[in-house]
């Protein structure tokens, strides 16, 4: 099963921040939480990455908690090709690749 | 460089038959993982391949298997068609599997996946 909950879907205006959240609550002291999107009929991108530190890259920040129960995806400037299923993963980075998906968050942005 | 590669990209079958899927990962990279995405599931784990020995294997029956060649190329193979087989086969690839940050290696634990073969089953 899953170990992470997000929104099922999200609307977002094209330009803005698009902010999804994830709460992972029972996310173990090894395990990374990873973002991946998928834009229809494409494999999964990933995203970012990060343990307990925030992180930014080119595609997007990643805010955790303190606590590490719950992230925050942002996109800073949303744009129509952004429109995508976001999911919002935990797992170990070393061992077996094997990833759990969830149900993920459909962001839909909008001209 | 090329991304991951699978092939067919798209393909029909009937029932009773079987079909085998290719995946060509990234130059380099050495893990190759398969998950199945349907509609109502979602994205599942199939199974990874390593060095051309399978580490870890989802809850798929044996009708599904795989095999990992030494150039890193990999096969999965689904035998006995069902009508629920019906998917979107995704591979992905990364470049180690054990080593990762703690042997200093540029392991993200990244996985780099190719478009999918959409199979249809009649």
């Known amino acids: ?111 | 460089k090329a991304g991951v590669t699978q092939t067919p990209r798209y393909l029909i079958k009937t029932r009773g038959q079987q079909v085998t899927l290719s995946c060509s990962p990234i130059s380099g990279h050495r893990s190759v993982s398969w998950y199945q995405q349907t509609p109502g599931q979602g994205l599942q784990f199939l199974f990874e391949y390593f060095s051309e020995t399978q580490r870890n294997k989802g809850n798929f029956p044996g009708r599904f298997s795989g095999r990992q060649f030494s150039n890193s190329r990999s096969e999965m193979n689904v035998s006995t068609l069902e009508l629920g087989d019906s998917a979107l086969y995704l591979c992905a690839s990364s470049t180690h599997w054990g080593a990762g940050l703690l042997a200093g290696a540029q392991n993200t634990g990244e996985l780099f996946f190719g478009e999918g073969s959409r199979l249809t089953v009649l």
């Not at chain 1, 992972?24 to 999964?44: A, D, F, L």
């Not at chain 1, 992230?71 to 990833?99: E, M, N, W």
């Open chain 1, 1 to 111: 099963d899953a170990k992470t909950t997000q929104p099922t879907s999200m609307d977002c205006a094209e330009g803005r921040a698009a902010n999804l959240p994830c709460n992972h609550s029972t996310i173990s002291g090894n395990e990374y939480v990873y973002w991946y999107r998928q834009i229809h009929s494409q494999g999964p991108q990933y995203i970012i990455h990060g343990l307990k530190n925030n992180e930014t890259n080119e595609m997007a920040s990643l805010i955790i908690t303190e606590d590490r129960k719950s992230s925050t995806l942002i996109l800073p400037h949303a744009t129509l090709r952004d429109t995508a299923v976001y999911y919002c993963i935990v797992r170990v980075a070393t061992g077996f690749q094997k990833l759990v998906f969830g149900t993920g968050t459909r962001l839909l942005v909008s001209p």
